[in-house]
Every structure is written in structure tokens, then in C-alpha cells.
């Protein structure tokens, strides 16, 4: 018999997931988010829950679909209002991206209320969740990625069990920090094309044939030509997940020029109030009379 | 009838192009080189040539593939030992990656001369010159064009007419600009990796399956984490290149602060004697314990 799960954050990553987890068949005990989620939780035929007690009271399973770190430690909370209120025997999977140490944290929590915590981080954004094609990479026991494979086998394309708590989010930050360079390079290179009034349609033919080829040129170069930055991963997300891992580099002790370039113009998206575009909004910083 | 190919430059990529173009029955008229040049010359049956008045003396097209910037304008000098003396009705198809501003003058120049420039800028390697399996993208006139395609077609996979002289330039500078950025960010991708503990052969393995993927994660990963840096595009033609675009981009008003970070990354390579591996070799500076 499948497990009862109950989602937390039903932003539109958490919202797909759960669509696609209806779908398939999973039943859904309710939906929980510090906005209003009537909409859904009416969709999906699942009540929409008040209390994070309630959550692990209802369900077996618990997704989680947060912002970032603080969110995390307060769902998570020691003592008071938490998911951890009664959760012996429960799953918690973890899909935010958020700091290695927080899953961490996390886990180490679950465990000491006698339940498990797994990180499932997403290496894919809204339609993949909707459709359950996310790439995903998982980290914590063993155990705990075999009770929530009947789950995530039905929200993803590929998964991946990485290694124990907090290293799945390692490579997750990783991905993301290359993906952010590689970003916001190419709307460098896209916006200097065009100052320099090349065809940039032929850039971007060309880019795809030789060593400047790259998934986000696909994903991005378009968009950044025509200026559609309607959001799938906002620069705002881009701009914490490279923070992420400049602090893991902090950390380690290693120097990425880079990393830390691709985060300022992320920043600077946010500082001017574009944090909401989509990553590919970045061109707007690049292409000249678009500032 | 094939007309009379005269070599200028016969560093690797010249003595490739040398060796395809014997192999597919083009009539070389000789080779000139700063350097000794008798092996080459031996092998494919040409001579040596010692000044560039006798190259121009030699030859109906004459091929230069040299260094940077003052490399073209001494070759292309006016007056004196010059590749433009006795010029009329030749044909210069000029293969380095120099300035955009370099290949405009050296085209005035050649029509001073009654002759004709065309440049040539290669967006592959040592093994494509070799192979006649290059990706060429041509600058100049149509006419200059159309008499260098028989030349052009032996050397190349991809031959693209870009525009007028100055545009296949401008084209090479961005490519390889965003090339060099993509490498940069992803050395400091595996080496954090490294640093954090994370199996860099699964790394490298998950970024080609998401939004971190790169035609230069292909080329480049796997010989960033054995520390493989035979140079087939070196660290300090990568620091030039980007130099190139970099110029360009001040002179556009643009500020491009990922080329600026990837530029100062191959800076650093040459300054601490570093400058002949390949770019690869950039992740000399990101993994911990190898700088």
C-alpha cells in the first residue's frame, strides 16, 4: 500500500509535485503553505493543512518544498511548532536547494525523533516537475532513499542516489554554480555580439557548433535575444545557489573568480529589482541600452 | 588548375594545414617561418622560402597562419620586407586570431596592393587542421571568398561565409571568450568538488546530464581531473582571445565581468610560467594542493 504524503510549500515546484503525485496515484493527505493554497489543494482533491504538527500527524511522507535555509530551520524547529512535533516513523524528503549543512542539520534532527530525512535535490525546474521527468540526486541513508523511491520513480526522469545527508546538496550547488557561470558568460558574449552588430541568431548558431556550446545556450539563448524572461529559475535562486557554494569554497579555502563574478551579476539583477526574471534575464545587464 | 599555396607559419596548426593541403593535391610553393622550418618543408616536398618578398614571388595564395596582432601587421608590413611587395593578384587567406581592426587593415592594405585578403578563423584544433576538419569562418568579400572555397573546403568540415572583413574576427573573439569562461567556471566546479569530497568522475558525470553540460566539459573535464594538459589550445592564446574581446567590449561601453575573471584566470597561468598548457590546465589553479 503506498504511503500517505503530505507536501509543504506549494510554490509552483511543489505545487507540479504534487499534481504529478495525484496523478500517479499517490494519495495525498494535504497540502501546507504559508500562502494560501486553497486552489490546489481543491484541484487535487486533498485538504489544505494549518499547523506543521498536522502535516506529520496526516501523513507517512513528508515533501518539502521550501525557500532556502531559514525557511528549513523553522519547518524543521527543535521544540514548538515543527514537522518534527510527533514524527516518529516519518519520512521527511527535502527538495529545496539549500546549504549541505542544513540537510545535515536536518537529518540529525529527524533521526533524534525517531524519524528519517532524505535530500532530494532537483537538477530541473517546473514543466519536468509537472510532468515527472526531474533529474533528481538524493542524499542520506540508504534506507531512507529506498522507503521514498516509489515516490520519487514517479516524479523524475532520473534518479540518483548520491551519498549520505548534505552530499547530494554539495553537487546540486556545484550544478548550479557552473550553470549560473556558464549563464551569465553567455549573455556576455550574446550582448557584446550584438553591440558589435553580428547577426546574433548566427552567434548563436555558431556558439552551438564550436567550443562555446553549452545546455544553457539551448535552454537560454533565445530567450535572451528576444527578452522573454518570463521565470522558470529566477536570477534570484541564482544568485542564492551560488552563494551556496562560494561558501563552500570559502570554506575549503579556494578562491573562484568565476563563481564570484556570475554571483554579482545575479546580485545585481536582485539589487535592481529583476530578481524575479528568469536566469536568462541576465542578458538585460549585458546587451547594451537594455540597463 | 590549382593555383600555387604558399605557407606562412608553420607552428602546429600552419604545418597541419600544410600537410592536409599536399595530401589533397594542392601544389605548395613553399613554407616560411620565423623558426626552422626544413623538417616540414622535407616532408611534404616543398621548399624552404626565406623572405616574404619570395613567398608573394612564389605563390598566387599565400596561407598565414602567425602569432597576434604584430606578428600580422609585420608580415603585412608596408614597405619594406613584406608579404605585400610584388602583391598584385594574390590572394592572402590570414588564419590567425588577431583583432578584428588587424584583418580590416590588412585587408585595405592588400587592395592598396591589388590584391586580396580574406581571413580565415578556425574554431577548432590541432587534430581538425590535420583531418581537413576544420570549423572555418571566413571574413572578406564575396569574391575573395569564392576563390579561397577550393583552398577552404580541403582544410574544413563547416565553411561559413560570415560577412566583411573584421566580422568572422569578431565572431572567433566571442566564441572563444565564452569558451574560455565556460572552462574557467568549470575548473572551479570540479576542483570545489574535489575539495568537498565528491567523486569528480561522477561529477563530471551528473553536470553533463544538466544545466551545468559544455561542449568544454567534454573536451576538458576529464583532463582537468587527471591533470592531462598537452596543449592543444594553449593557456595563454586563451588569455589573448579573450584580451581581444575584452578590447572590443571597452570600446562597445560594455562591462563584461565573467571575460574579465577568465582572462585574469589564464593571466595567471601565463604569469606563473603556466602559459603553454593547455587551457585545461586553468584547473591547475582551482583543484586544492596543485597551485
Redesign the interface.
Known amino acids: 500500500m503506498k504511503e500517505r504524503i503530505a507536501i509543504v510549500g506549494a510554490g509552483r515546484m511543489g505545487a507540479n509535485m504534487a499534481r504529478r503525485l495525484h496523478e500517479t496515484g499517490h494519495p495525498i493527505a494535504g497540502i501546507y503553505d504559508v500562502r494560501a493554497a486553497e486552489e490546489l489543494a481543491q484541484e487535487i482533491g486533498a485538504p489544505v493543512i494549518h499547523s506543521l504538527s498536522e502535516v506529520t500527524a496526516a501523513a507517512e511522507i513528508i515533501l518539502t518544498v521550501v525557500t532556502d535555509d531559514a525557511a528549513m530551520s523553522e519547518i524543521f524547529a527543535e521544540g514548538g511548532e515543527s514537522l518534527l512535533a510527533g514524527a516518529e516513523g516519518r519520512l521527511f524528503i527535502n527538495c529545496a536547494t539549500v546549504s549541505p549543512a542544513v540537510h545535515l542539520e536536518v537529518e540529525k534532527r529527524a533521526r533524534a525523533a525517531g524519524a528519517m530525512a532524505l535530500e532530494a535535490c532537483m ?2 525546474s517546473i514543466t519536468q516537475a509537472r510532468e515527472g521527468s526531474l ?1 533528481l ?1 538524493c542524499g542520506g541513508t540508504r534506507e531512507a532513499f529506498e522507503r521514498a523511491e516509489p515516490v520519487l520513480r514517479d516524479l523524475s526522469a ?1 534518479l ?1 542516489y ?1 551519498g549520505g545527508a548534505g ?1 547530494a546538496a ?2 546540486k550547488a ?6 549560473n ?2 549563464t ?3 549573455a ?2 550574446l ?3 550584438e ?2 552588430g ?1 547577426d546574433v541568431g ?2 548563436r548558431e ?2 552551438a ?8 545556450l539551448e ?1 537560454d539563448g533565445e530567450d535572451m535575444q528576444n527578452r522573454e524572461h518570463s521565470c522558470f529559475f529566477s536570477a534570484a535562486h541564482a544568485a542564492k545557489d551560488s552563494g551556496i ?1 562560494l561558501e ?2 570559502r570554506e ?3 578562491e ?7 554571483k ?2 545575479f546580485d545585481r539583477m536582485t539589487e535592481s529589482g529583476r530578481g524575479d526574471l528568469d536566469k536568462s534575464g541576465v542578458a538585460e545587464l ?1 546587451f ?1 541600452g537594455r540597463g
Open positions: 537538477a530541473s533529474y540526486m532520473t540518483r548520491v552530499e554539495k553537487v556545484l550544478v548550479n554554480m557552473v550553470m557561470i556558464n551569465a558568460g553567455l556576455e558574449g550582448g557584446l555580439g553591440a558589435l553580428l548566427m552567434l555558431i556558439f557548433q564550436t567550443g562555446a556550446a553549452s545546455r544553457v535552454t557554494a563552500l569554497a575549503a579555502g579556494l573562484l573568480p568565476l563563481a564570484g563574478a556570475a554579482g551579476q549585458t547594451r
